[in-house]
């Protein structure tokens, strides 16, 4: 689409990178300078963003939530979304995602790929506890998936092809436990060299997986004008709908969805062992319930983090010993 609005060409090619750089490539050529906008769909539009990127065609990527022209059309093809989106990027009406440098993004991949190997233990070992429910056994040791734990259940013995279940399930455990061991050692390797990473651990509530999690999520402290922009974009404050003089507090809005898990399991450790948070916590809870209250603790601690990280400082109420260790034990992680 040229200045005044025409279509000049319509064109399309394979979702892949040789075929994204040859795209670009092609564009530079022909037309010199541009301007490109991809939809955020999935991870499909990272191949073209980063094609287009290293070509020097300045590239936007678009919130199609925020996208009303897309989002709320009656008919939805690419071609009709293509122009549409290509009519917003001219008349600079954007709405913007944040797409955060190629460190960042690999860094998010691993700790997801951390969750995963987390998830799929818990699934396996939900299993193992349905065959032990199954013949009425119980574990005597009180980690059963501890050293004395893992010795007790490949030492039962089960009929036919349960006891070949149980053989398959825990061999699953333990190969997912030395990946997990190895995702978590690169994990501390990346927190170790981190800016943000120690800072944070510094606050109760936080090791350095949650830290190295929420550090990834924020990528870049500057881009949050103020404590309440922070706030906000996690989801820890209620929505606000306004009419003339009236005002409507409604739900909590909308956030990430992985910064708010984190802020909310971090809150819950602060409320009990933060002096300064409990005390926090339990003025609140006198009024509202529990949710209430450490929605409230994980406003608080966002908005003491937005201060740590702006101004490069260490949680001023921090336990000494408490934070030496977490970076000793981070240490021995990494190394």
């Known amino acids: 689409m040229d200045q005044s609005g025409s279509i000049d ?18 564009l530079v050529k022909r037309y010199g300078e541009c301007r490109a906008v991809v939809e955020s769909t999935a991870n499909l539009w990272l191949k073209t963003y980063e094609a287009f990127e290293s070509a020097g065609i300045d590239v936007r990527l678009a919130n199609p939530s925020k996208t009303r022209l897309i989002a709320e059309a009656k008919i939805k093809t690419d071609r009709l979304d293509a122009k549409a989106l290509a009519r917003l990027l001219r008349g600079d009406l954007i709405a913007e995602c944040y797409v955060p440098s190629k460190d960042i993004r690999l ?15 818990i699934r396996i070992k939900n299993r193992i506890y349905s065959l ?25 013995k089960l009929d036919g092809h349960d006891q070949a279940m149980l053989g398959s399930f825990l061999r699953q ?50 881009r949050f004008p103020s404590p309440s922009h922070l706030i906000s974009w996690v989801g820890m404050c209620p929505s606000v709908h306004q009419t003339g003089k009236t005002m409507y507090m409604g739900n909590m809005k909308d956030g990430n969805k992985r910064a708010q898990w984190i802020m909310t399991k971090v809150a819950n450790s602060a409320a009990l062992h ?27 601690m966002l908005r003491v983090l937005w201060y740590m990280l702006t101004e490069n400082t260490l949680y001023n109420e921090r336990k000494e010993g408490l934070y030496a260790r977490k970076l000793k034990r981070l240490a021995g992680m990494a190394a």
């Open 9 to 26: 060409e319509f064109s399309s090619y394979p979702n892949t990178s040789f075929d994204a750089r040859q795209t670009a490539e092609y």
């Open 107 to 121: 860094a998010r991949a691993l700790l997801g790929h951390k969750t995963n190997l987390s998830r799929e233990q």
């Open 132 to 156: 032990l429910d199954k013949y009425d056994l119980k574990c005597e040791y009180d980690e059963v998936f501890g050293v004395h734990g893992m010795q007790w259940l490949h030492s039962i």
């Open 173 to 222: 455990i333990e190969f997912l436990s030395r990946e997990e061991e190895t995702a978590n050692s690169q994990i501390a390797s990346e927190a170790i060299r981190s800016d943000y990473v120690p800072k944070i651990m510094s606050m109760t509530g936080f090791d350095y997986c949650s830290a190295s999690v929420m550090a990834t999520c924020i990528a870049e402290i500057s």
């Open 274 to 300: 933060d002096p300064r948070m409990r005390a926090y916590y339990e003025r609140i809870v006198k009024r509202h319930n529990y949710n209430v209250a450490i929605t409230h603790v994980a406003n608080k």
